[in-house]
């Protein structure tokens, strides 16, 4: 994106109250080229306005996040999507994060805190909300040797480094990267760069399909 | 490798083996009676272990004061020309059993001075009164002096006669010796000392007891505080809102007659069918939102079956986001809770108001007995990090042992 600029965003959600409370605490910090409520629709206005980043319900009739992005994505890589949710099954949030979504955050998130959310992601930068980073711990935590793998597992793709898990570990407590920085004594750069490389093997992973294993089977 | 506090008749030092090794303490100590009997040794191994290990929850042991009591040494070289008369004694009657049991009765005898003169205060109290109890077993006011007596009688002509049997050859089958001796000595010692050591043992319930009952009533003083002064602290709040008062007033009375009348402790886990960590974490967040108003963002990696530790670590950390909620001024309050193999861990943070850490007052009893000392009863640890300002962090650690899995 290019920086003298605020990024352009586009709402898409099935519950009118919802985007024009996400309007209104978005303020000016960006600028809204447009709203959806429905996955076609979406699908139609997004390719037409190319906005820089779209702020995007999980759950949606018509088969919901997910199906945006995948739909996008091919003809408009530039387009950056953020998955905003109430709360999800793990399941689903971790779908839409590997169709191409650069981050999740809860509804409960504050005004300030999305439009920093909004301008990380337009930026290339994932966003991990305390919650996805349970997630993902609990989608790369240490599985039984009995569990026979689909395919070969790729070392580089499918452990989280300790440093990575360090950082996702602070970010489930609900750090934000600034006191994750401060904590570990690295550069917020430094955060950002471990959260996205724990996004890439989030997404290229074959990993995935434990995520049914991991959350059916939590105990451990 | 330590000395028990818990299973403790002498030392504790079986308890602590027991302990290292898994097995039943009735176990090991049969083993240190036996050992001891057939050679003595067992006594002296005894004492050195009393001498080098340290007691539980402490790092500094008998031995290492000992090296600095310049008088209990000399006592303990003293013994030195002792053992050496013994030694020649035995050898000019022929006695065997006089110098094989010489050597290893001088290190106890020495170990014990040592023992003796240089344990902490609390052991030195039960040195004490074991050897109290011992002198006075013939003065007990049940038992008259001349049962004591003819106890005594009786006691000593056994063991004596024990130690003949090992040491002399009169017996015509050779294996019936060491068997018959032992026996003998055996029985000799249960009637010289068998009423001294069941006082001892019931000394050792009674005390056991008290202390269960003890940590009982902070478990108690931690619900109540959690539940009962909570609510009064909301009620003394919103004094000037008659129905907020009424609510609070009829759940709270709800939750103790269920508490009293029905055995259900008030926030108890898992009373709802919620029978696992992450429902609890839940659990939480839905009845701190509930009564406080404040978001609860909760995130649980793994989870567990809840057992009687769960529950105390949730208790804890409800403690904790009810703090938060309560005191921080925050809009919402963080929680992460993790379950690895080998430990539990849960995170409580907001970013509210803080506060020093050093500066609670005494009358405040939450964090201290509802967060820390709940957290030691059940094995595990608190830590709170405030800084004025920019928030509090409450982290709570409880071990999850092997096999509970």
Redesign the interface.
């Known amino acids: 994106m290019n920086a003298t600029r605020v990024p352009r965003v586009f709402l898409v959600d099935d519950h009118h109250l919802f985007r024009a409370g996400v309007r209104s605490e978005l303020g000016d910090a960006v600028e809204v080229v447009g709203e959806a409520d429905e996955v076609p629709a979406a699908i139609e206005l997004i390719s037409e306005r190319l906005p820089d980043v779209v702020l995007l319900d999980v759950h949606m009739p018509g088969g919901g996040g997910k199906a945006v992005i995948e739909a996008i994505k091919p003809i408009h890589p530039e387009v950056t999507f953020l998955a905003l949710s109430v709360s999800d099954a793990p399941e689903d949030v971790i779908a839409v994060i590997r169709a191409g979504a650069r981050g999740y955050v809860?509804k409960?998130i504050?005004g300030p805190e999305l439009i920093d959310a909004v301008l990380r992601v337009a930026d290339g930068d994932a966003v991990f909300s305390?919650?996805l980073?349970?997630f993902v711990?609990?989608a790369f935590?240490?599985m039984p040797p009995e569990f026979d793998l689909p395919g070969p597992l790729d070392p580089e793709l499918d452990h989280l480094s300790p440093r990575e898990r360090e950082v996702l570990?602070l970010i489930?407590?609900?750090?934000t990267y600034k006191e994750v920085a401060r904590e570990l004594t690295i550069s917020i750069k430094t955060v950002e760069s471990h959260v996205s490389a724990v996004l890439r093997k989030l997404q290229l992973s074959t990993r995935h399909q434990l995520t049914k294993w991991a959350t059916e089977r939590?105990?451990? | 490798m330590y000395r028990s506090r818990e299973d403790r008749i002498i030392g504790g030092i079986a308890g602590g083996i027991a302990a290292r090794l898994g097995r039943d303490v009735t176990v090991v100590r049969i083993v240190f009676v036996l050992f001891g009997l057939v050679s003595g040794f067992g006594v002296a191994v005894y004492f050195f272990a009393w001498l080098l290990l340290p007691v539980e929850g402490s790092t500094e042991t008998i031995g290492s004061r000992a090296l600095s009591d310049r008088q209990g040494m000399t006592i303990v070289l003293a013994l030195v020309p002792a053992l050496v008369i013994m030694l020649l004694v035995g050898s000019a009657l022929h006695a065997n059993f006089v110098s094989s049991w010489g050597l290893p009765l001088l290190i106890s005898a020495a170990g014990l001075v040592l023992v003796f003169r240089n344990a902490d205060d609390e052991e030195r109290v039960r040195l004490d009164d074991s050897v109290k109890a011992l002198l006075q077993l013939g003065s007990e006011p049940r038992q008259s002096r001349r049962s004591f007596l003819f106890r005594l009688g009786t006691g000593l002509v056994v063991f004596v006669l024990g130690v003949f049997v090992i040491s002399d050859g009169a017996l015509s089958r050779s294996w019936l010796r060491p068997l018959g001796g032992t026996l003998l000595m055996i029985a000799g010692t249960v009637v010289l000392l068998g009423p001294w050591w069941l006082r001892l043992a019931l000394d050792l319930m009674h005390e056991r007891q008290a202390r269960i009952r003890a940590e009982e009533r902070a478990d108690m003083a931690a619900r109540v505080h959690d539940s009962v002064l909570q609510t009064l602290a909301l009620i003394q709040r919103s004094a000037d809102q008659p129905q907020v008062v009424a609510k609070l007033a009829r759940a709270q009375e709800r939750e103790l007659r269920s508490w009293l009348f029905e055995g259900r402790a008030p926030g108890s886990f898992g009373a709802e069918g919620a029978a696992?960590l992450?429902a609890g974490v839940e659990q939480i967040e839905r009845e701190v939102e509930a009564a406080h108003g404040v978001?609860v963002?909760a995130?649980?990696?793994?989870?567990?079956?809840l057992d009687d530790e769960m529950r105390a670590l949730l208790a804890a950390g409800k403690e904790a986001t009810v703090n938060a909620a309560k005191w921080s001024g925050a809009?919402?309050v963080?929680i992460?809770v993790?379950?690895?193999?080998k430990r539990v861990s849960m995170?409580v943070?907001d970013?509210g108001a803080g506060f020093d850490t050093d500066a609670v007052a005494e009358d405040r009893k939450g964090i201290a007995e509802s967060i820390r000392a709940r957290m030691q009863r059940n094995g595990g640890t608190a830590v709170v990090r405030s800084v004025p300002g920019e928030g509090t962090?409450v982290e709570l650690s409880l071990p999850r042992h092997a096999g509970r899995?």
């Not at chain 2, 993790?338 to 193999?341: I, P």
């Open positions: 809860t409960t504050s305390p919650r980073a349970g711990l609990d935590a240490s570990r489930a407590r609900g750090y939590r105990l451990i | 696992t992450s978001a963002d995130v649980t990696v793994g989870d567990a079956p809009s919402s963080s992460y993790e379950v690895e193999a995170f943070r970013r962090e899995a």
